[in-house]
Structure formats: C-alpha cells, structure tokens
C-alpha cells in the first residue's frame, strides 16, 4: 500500500504533531510493509539564521520514508509576518512537490498550515488516490490564537477550505468525540466518514520511573511533590493561570511547579513568575526524547490545560504521555474535552473547569497533600493508557488507509 502524507512538520522537528506523524510513518514502512511518503517542511529547529533554499523541493530518506522536502523561507516564527511566509512558501513549494509524489492509493492531509490540504486533494485526484483529512487542528477557531493577527477574511477565507475538505475528503479523521461533533455539526462533514483515532503514546517506551533519579536530583527535585507542565508554552493553554496558582500554594514548601518545554508564553510566563518573586515555579527546556522518561517520572502529577471555548477545536496530545508515565493530573479544561472525560472514567486525575482559579488550587492541593490517593490514580493512569498505544493507534490508521484502498465490489466486477 502505497501513502503519501502532506504536513510540514516531520523528523527532526520536536514538534508535537511532527513527532507524532514521523512513528505513524515508520511503523506503516516496518509492520506492515507499507510504501510512506512524506512532503514535509524544512527542519525549522535546526536552523540558526533565516534562509531561502535554492530548490524548492529536495528528497531524503529516513528509516525507509521518503522524504520530499518542500522548501521554502526559514524566518523566525515569532511575529506573524515570520509565519506566514514560512508557510505560503512551504505550501507553494509542496504543490510543487505534488508532482513528484509518483502513483499513491492513499493522500493524507494533516493541518499544518491549515491550507495544506488542498494540495493534497489535488494530488490526490490527479493519481486517483483516496483523500483522508486528519485534522489536528480546526481552522479558523484556532487562528483565534494568534495574538499579534486577526483579519475577518482570512478566517472566513479558513473556513471555507475546512469546510471544503471535509466534503470531499473519502474519509476524515478526528482526535476524539467532540472534536468529531465540531466537524459534524459546525463543518458540515458526513458522520459516517469521521472516524475517531486518538493520538498516542509508546507505552512500552514511557513507563512509571523511579521518582529518584538523575533529572530530578540534578535539579533538587527529587525530595518535593511536582507538579509539571510539559510540551508547548504556548498560546492554547492558559498558563497564566499557573503562576496565579503558584502565588497561591507558595505556603506549601514541598511543592514546585516545574514548566518543561518552549513557545510563546515561556518568556512572559517566567517574567510573571518573577515579578512575583515565585520560587516554586521553575522552567526547564525541552528534554531529547531519549531523557523524557526521567522527566516524566520527576513529576508526582500533571497539569493539562486548554483556553475556554477551544475544546474539541484542539485536543492535547501530551495527555497520552502522562498515561503511559502513570502519574495523575489536573484537567484544567471544559468538561466536553477527551482529558476532562478521561480523568473522571477512569478515575486518574481531577477535573478544573477551565479559568477557574479556586478551582485549579484546589485540585493540585488535594494532590499534594493526598499522596495515596495521587498514586492510586496513577495506577489507573497507567492501565488506562493501553487503549492510546502507539500501536493501537497505527493498526487503526492502517486499517483506515487499506479499507479505503481496497477496490470496491463494483470496481472490482468492471
């Protein structure tokens, strides 16, 4: 079976979908024999200096995927005006790459930048292949995002392309239940061609670690209750809200909150913090993925947010880790959202309605101060995190990719 996906983060890139996308990837090439290739963007963190590559499209190969990368500027992502050239060049630079993806059976548009998928429904038709949406994101609630940009017609512009894939594409695919209902009911998308297939976690890779161990006594974490932060600082959690509770359990010597990762938020977040003079907020890069089990297993519990109103248009994805570590946390979220609903069914975390502040204090003082019940339900945590397997999920994606495919009985019998 032949696949090509369309998304402009891919390996190396630390980014959250780009990893994600690069395990599917190697395990359709490894289990199942599958012919994978990726358009992907160039290696945005890798680079120092803002550039423009001669070429607009030059290949690769990685642990049998073929790479396409679809060149374009390298402009520091800060403003806007950095972003949007990167990805009008890269979406340029990936229809250009549209003619060099050779025969396929499967095209697969995730949504990054949002207006990717029409090169790849145009890809797709030309070699008669099968178009499948996966949306990561919803376009245009999500550019709502975007602090330093807002333009009436863009979004609509955004809207009509989402609303657009969805039609045609043969099959689409949401990261859980609500962000399913959203495509339903406020995209027009055909029910019986959403299929729900989480984002995942390597449970065999991240497992519950021993609290002592060389990240949390490199950084004297290893004798207080931590409760952690991990992934993008960014724009779609509320981490304001953190160092608010931060001044409010500075009282409780042993507990720290640690903020792990980079974005937008990090550098007004820690000037927060120290206008405060918080000392019970510590902020730490991202770790290799080699090291993030010791800092997963620093944590005694988790905090997983989302701003009110953005359940369903983005579904975090740093929650499967936290499962497969088997520590508890705080779903500081709407209760609609896939880590509120996991947290109360399967008793392994609290549940903080979103901007509530007494609320989130609340919850991580009961984790604190209640260890038994803490790792009671990081034991739940851990069991439940087998239903959101890296392999699972990849059976699943294969599954979709081959039925869709599959000739038809009609074709078949022309």
Request: with cysteine; glycine share 8%; aromatic share 8%.
């Amino acid at each position: 079976m032949r696949v090509c996906f369309f998304n402009r983060s891919y390996w190396p890139d630390q980014a959250a979908t780009g990893q994600l996308l690069t395990e599917l990837a190697q395990d359709l090439v490894r289990d199942y024999g599958c012919s994978v290739s990726v358009v992907a963007g160039p290696a945005l963190h890798a680079c120092e200096r803002s550039t423009i590559s001669l070429w607009p499209v030059t290949r690769e190969e990685h642990q049998g995927v073929r790479i396409l990368r679809a060149n374009g500027t390298r402009l520091p992502r800060r403003k806007f005006v950095g972003r949007a050239a990167n990805y009008l060049t890269y979406f340029a630079s990936a229809f250009a790459a549209t003619l060099q993806i050779g025969p396929q059976d499967v095209v697969v548009s995730l949504t990054d930048p949002p207006i990717l998928g029409i090169a790849a429904l145009s890809a797709a038709r030309r070699a008669g292949a099968r178009f499948v949406f996966l949306c990561e994101d919803i376009f245009p609630e999500v550019a709502s995002l975007l602090e330093d940009f807002h333009n009436t017609t863009v979004n609509r512009t955004l809207d009509r392309i989402n609303k657009h894939l969805v039609r045609e594409a043969d099959a689409i695919v949401a990261l859980g239940d609500r962000m399913k209902r959203r495509l339903v009911e406020e995209k027009g998308a055909p029910a019986g061609r959403v299929h729900v297939i989480h984002n995942w976690a390597d449970c065999q890779a991240i497992e519950p670690g021993s609290k002592d161990n060389a990240f949390s006594r490199a950084h004297g974490l290893h004798d207080k209750f931590v409760i952690m932060h991990s992934g993008n600082v960014g724009l779609s959690q509320n981490l304001d809200l953190l160092i608010e509770a931060a001044a409010r359990l500075k009282s409780r010597d042993r507990l720290v909150i640690a903020i792990v990762g980079d974005g937008a938020r990090r550098g007004p977040l820690q000037e927060m913090a120290a206008r405060r003079g918080l000392t019970n907020v510590r902020f730490f890069p991202y770790q290799p993925k080699e090291l993030l089990h010791e800092s997963f297993a620093t944590a005694d519990a988790f905090v997983v947010s989302l701003k009110p109103g953005l359940e369903g248009y983005i579904v975090p994805s740093k929650l499967y880790g936290i499962l497969a570590a088997g520590r508890p946390f705080v779903a500081a979220v709407d209760p609609s959202c896939e880590a509120a609903t996991i947290a109360t069914s399967e008793a392994c975390g609290i549940v903080a309605p979103p901007g509530d502040l007494d609320a989130l204090v609340g919850a991580m003082a009961t984790l604190c101060d209640n260890p038994a019940r803490a790792r009671q339900m990081g034991e739940n945590a851990r069991r439940a995190s087998w239903r959101y397997d890296r392999r699972a999920a990849v059976r699943a994606y294969h599954d979709l990719f081959a039925g869709l495919s599959r000739p038809t009985t009609a074709s078949t019998a022309a």
